[in-house]
């Protein structure tokens, strides 16, 4: 692994696609700088702009899990049973028409198919076969949102021109829960300390707890500090006492440590989920947090 410092200045190297927008389960390959392989004079120039660039910070189509995945397809003499048969294998709502793995024909979908045989028992795929939308994988994905919310589904089209994944509704309603859940969770979270120390502390005694090296921030109550100031806080024996949970205090503690931890890169937007074990980690509080504090 190459640790990435914003340039790519030490190592010279670049990946494609960007690994900073690319799925965390894509491939990558490692390519030198285009600027080595110039004249002396092109080469200083290009690294020099190179250095300067700034990581992508657009989400993509191709972030979506389900775009990097296998298209599972049927050609358009393949029989209409055969594409039942697939549908029902994979759970899908529709399936992609290919003559290669660069050749989009269209696609069939259940509604499809039940129009084709209601005006034919012999139909085919050819016949049930509708016109698909296909974007390319470094699209935007805001950008494509609205297309797919109209047509149901899009395939993705990879820089070599195969059809590397399909996006549809639900893998929007997904990803948006997958980027969403902890927001919320945090928030609560966040929410239910507060008001307990709000409760407890003087607004003098909160204020007081405020990281020293920002002296100029003004804190008038629990909702200006920051989850490691409530932590700080909370750590002391005597604050942990007039809170009154009756649970172990460095147990508790060392939780909301690793919350903290977590707050920080889902408020960073790492463009990967969370690991399982974050989640859990931010359930299993927030659960906690509610028994203490119905």
Same mark, same amino acid.
């Given at each position: 692994m190459i640790a990435y410092d914003g340039t790519s200045k030490n190592t010279k190297l670049t990946t494609d696609p960007d690994f900073t927008s690319a799925w965390i389960d894509s491939t990558i390959i490692l390519l030198r700088q285009t600027a080595l392989m110039r004249s002396p004079d092109s080469a200083t120039e290009i690294a020099e702009e190179a250095d300067l660039a700034l990581p992508d910070v657009e989400m993509r189509v191709g972030q979506v899990r389900s775009a990097n995945v296998d298209v599972v397809s049927v050609s358009r003499d393949d029989s209409l049973e055969k594409a039942r048969t697939l549908m029902m294998r994979h759970d899908f709502s529709q399936l992609a028409v290919m003559s290669g793995k660069r050749d989009l024909l269209g696609a069939v979908t259940w509604e499809s198919i039940v129009d084709a045989l209601l005006r034919s028992p012999e139909a085919t795929v050819r016949d049930a076969m509708r016109s698909a939308e296909v974007v390319p994988v470094?699209?935007?994905?805001?950008? *494509? &949102?609205?297309?797919i919310m109209d047509k149901g589904f899009v395939f &993705? *089209?990879?820089k070599d021109r195969t059809i590397q994944g399909i996006v549809t509704t639900t893998d929007l309603s997904q990803q948006f829960a997958d980027l969403a859940t902890p927001y919320f969770i945090l928030g609560e979270i966040e929410q239910r300390l507060r008001r307990k120390i709000d409760d407890k502390f003087?607004?003098?005694?909160?204020a007081s707890t405020k990281d020293q090296n920002d002296a100029d921030r003004e804190i008038k109550s629990a909702a200006d500090l920051t989850l490691g100031e409530c932590a700080r806080l909370l750590e002391a024996p005597a604050n942990w006492e007039r809170i009154d949970w009756r649970i172990t205090r460095s147990i508790f503690i060392e939780l909301l440590?690793?919350?903290r931890q977590v707050r920080n890169e889902v408020m960073h937007f790492s463009p990967d989920p969370l690991e399982p074990a974050q989640l859990a980690d931010?359930?299993?509080? &927030?659960?906690?947090?509610?028994?203490?504090?119905?």
């Open positions: 470094e699209d935007n994905l805001l950008g *494509r &949102v609205q297309l &993705v *089209r990879a003087s607004s003098e005694e909160i440590h690793k919350i931010l359930e299993d509080l &927030v659960r906690w947090l509610r028994k203490l504090e119905p």
